[in-house]
């Protein structure tokens, strides 16, 4: 009785509310989140010289590091296109006990603190551990290397490209994959001519989310591998010995940087858009 009174209070408020101010509410909202968003990004662009600027595209420390964020960025990309595909697949076509559990564990590395992972692959992967000692007995090094910012990248990025692929791989209908099966094409066949030709825009986006995740990890990165300093730990740095006048020309060029990415985001999911 109560619920039926207020739905019926509830829909007679909505009614009376006058058009104008439904408009004013989306437009200014609309507003003040973009300017939230874009005037701190304008006035740290707007901030630096030119001469900063070229000064700064010119310092072999800041081209290193930013290629050092590149590549190890493009590397976590294509370790979760070979390795979170098949977890993708699976968590898009099968149905199992404790699903909803191991999607809340991929979605892990996207709500704990960045420390945390750090300070995670540090305990596993220490050499005081027996996985630590396995792995030096391999020659892989994770401390202060490009192997340990690669595996801190992976393991931030991974949710977003495992996300994506999986929800690519559910938008592709399952009868098809049934009628190539029917055909005799075993499983292995049915994914390669079928679902990845279906899906591989969604595997291309996944893999942009999960470098341009990667490119911004500041957090864990400081406390597996702080040298060799990759851009974001060199924005820091600069910033706690010089202050904010040296970290700006470096933060500029991040903020390009991702922004050239999310275009890219954009420009590749449009077809998809304009054929809906």
Aim: one cysteine or more; proline letters at 6%; hydrophobic letters at 55%.
């Amino acid at each position: 009785m109560n619920t039926a009174v207020w739905s019926r209070g509830g829909a007679s408020i909505f009614r009376s509310l006058p058009g104008a101010c439904f408009g004013f509410w989306l437009i200014g909202s609309a507003a003040l989140v973009l300017l939230y968003i874009g005037l701190p990004l304008a006035r740290t662009i707007a901030a630096p010289s030119w001469e900063q600027l070229s000064t700064t595209l010119a310092d072999p420390q800041v081209l290193e590091s930013v290629w050092l964020s590149m590549s190890t960025s493009g590397m976590a990309a294509l370790i979760a296109f070979v390795t979170g595909t098949p977890l993708a697949y699976v968590m898009a076509r099968r149905e199992f006990p404790g699903k909803k559990l191991v999607e809340s564990l991929i979605d892990l590395p996207i709500m704990i603190p960045h420390p945390v992972v750090g300070i995670a692959l540090l305990g596993l992967t220490g050499r005081d551990t027996a996985f630590g000692q396995a792995l030096q007995a391999l020659g892989v090094e994770i401390l202060g290397t490009r192997t340990g910012i690669v595996a801190v990248l992976v393991f931030v990025g991974m949710p977003f490209y495992v996300n994506t692929v999986k929800a690519g791989i559910e938008s592709v209908p399952a009868r098809l994959e049934n009628v190539s099966r029917s055909l005799g094409a075993n499983p292995a066949a049915t994914f390669f001519r079928v679902t990845l030709p279906l899906s591989w825009r969604y595997m291309l986006v996944g893999m942009i989310m999960c470098m341009a995740r990667a490119i911004s990890e500041f957090g864990a990165i400081i406390i597996v591998a702080y040298h060799p300093m990759i851009a974001p730990v060199l924005m820091y740095e600069r910033f706690t010995a010089y202050g904010l006048a040296w970290s700006q020309p470096v933060a500029v060029i991040l903020i390009v940087v991702s922004m050239v990415f999310f275009l890219a985001l954009r420009t590749i999911s449009l077809p998809r858009e304009v054929d809906q």
